[in-house]
């Protein structure tokens, strides 16, 4: 059974780097995508963006001026940089799996951790 | 990028109800449309990709269908595991992007 889980800090303040790993466990991070998807307190969901096993990316083109994201495949680990956060970025973020080929799918997701941006 | 409308936003129903929630595209998204089920203080958890085709190891009682820009999905009998927030999602053009959610509660 494939488990994520997402580490880093809780609290990042105003202006600061937002950093946080997601580590792939019961299964290699191999031949897959993985995204990052936030959802600000009481509200909906929003797609961050994917990177993939070789390292490719894409972003969503609201936050792409902020995001980057890379793969450890040695760590079976991937991870999340936003930058230059304000309160607006205060939400849980959560790391996924991307599968299918065709029909793609979030099939598999971390448990979130709530990153709170305040100083 | 494309928008997700659900509707209705909340809905209150009785256990057995058959339950129906729609999800519009601002645009054609063929079959491209998951649906996902989070209960609070969770993760979302898949229901269903490609419009209709049920994810392994949930409930044949979830069903969805829909093309281009309308989609449904239908909880035949609920039940009060099933009080929840739905999402739609497309997955035919980036930035993907999620439906408003519809929250389902037990009368």
């Known amino acids: 059974q494939v488990q994520l889980q997402e580490s880093g800090p809780g609290l990042v303040k105003p202006s600061e780097t937002l950093s946080l790993t997601c580590t792939v466990s019961g299964g290699s991070i191999s031949n897959y995508y993985w995204s990052w998807i936030r959802q600000p307190p009481g509200k909906g969901l929003e797609w961050i963006g994917y990177?993939?096993?070789?390292?490719?990316?894409s972003y969503n083109p609201s936050l792409r001026s902020r995001v980057t994201m890379s793969v450890d495949t040695s760590k079976n680990q991937f991870s999340l940089r936003l930058s230059s956060v304000t309160a607006a970025d205060t939400a849980v973020y959560y790391c996924a799996r991307l599968a299918g080929d065709s029909y793609l799918r979030f099939d598999y997701w971390g448990q979130g951790t709530l990153v709170t941006v305040s100083s | 990028d494309i928008q997700m409308t659900q509707s209705p936003s909340s809905l209150s129903a009785s256990v057995g109800d058959r339950v129906t929630i729609t999800c519009r595209a601002s645009r054609n998204i063929a079959s491209f449309l998951n649906w996902y089920q989070q209960k609070p203080g969770k993760a979302p958890n898949l229901l269903i990709y490609a419009s209709s085709t049920l994810q392994s190891g949930v409930p044949s009682k979830f069903s969805g269908s829909g093309y281009g820009t309308d989609f449904t999905l239908i909880i035949s009998s609920l039940q009060p595991e099933d009080s929840a927030t739905y999402y739609c999602?497309?997955?035919?053009?980036?930035?993907?992007?999620f439906g408003q959610g519809t929250k389902v509660e037990i009368k």
């Open positions: 999602q497309q997955i035919y053009s980036a930035p993907w992007t």
């Open positions: 990177v993939s096993y070789s390292g490719s990316t």
